[in-house]
């Protein structure tokens, strides 16, 4: 017969965030590093794509209605892409 092992029970504290991370990080637009697929086609597959920021997510929103990722902003700039004013 198996034996039962009995942990102690851990206690977990909840962690703060940065503006950049987690949940928030919904609420901004990404600049798509295209090497990994493109948002049309992200949209129409369902498949996710990759922000330069490394966000992996399927775009469905308006990218408009929301703040460019300061990461991302970063990236492109450093690169000598084109960012779009916010």
Request: net charge negative; hydrophobic share 30%; proline share 12%.
């Given at each position: 017969?198996?034996?039962?092992?009995?942990?102690?029970?851990?206690?977990?504290?909840?962690?703060?965030?940065?503006?950049?991370?987690?949940?928030?990080?919904?609420?901004?637009?990404?600049?798509?590093?295209?090497?990994?697929?493109?948002?049309?086609?992200?949209?129409?597959?369902?498949?996710?794509?990759?922000?330069?920021?490394?966000?992996?997510?399927?775009?469905?929103?308006?990218?408009?209605?929301?703040?460019?990722?300061?990461?991302?902003?970063?990236?492109a700039e450093a690169r000598?892409?084109?960012?779009?004013?916010?």
């Amino acid at each position: 017969m198996s034996q039962i092992e009995v942990l102690p029970e851990e206690r977990v504290e909840p962690r703060t965030t940065t503006p950049s991370e987690d949940g928030d990080h919904e609420r901004m637009a990404h600049i798509v590093d295209e090497r990994f697929g493109t948002v049309a086609e992200a949209i129409v597959n369902g498949t996710p794509c990759v922000a330069l920021c490394g966000k992996v997510w399927v775009p469905s929103r308006d990218p408009k209605r929301y703040p460019l990722c300061p990461t991302c902003r970063e990236v492109a700039e450093a690169r000598g892409w084109p960012v779009p004013r916010s």
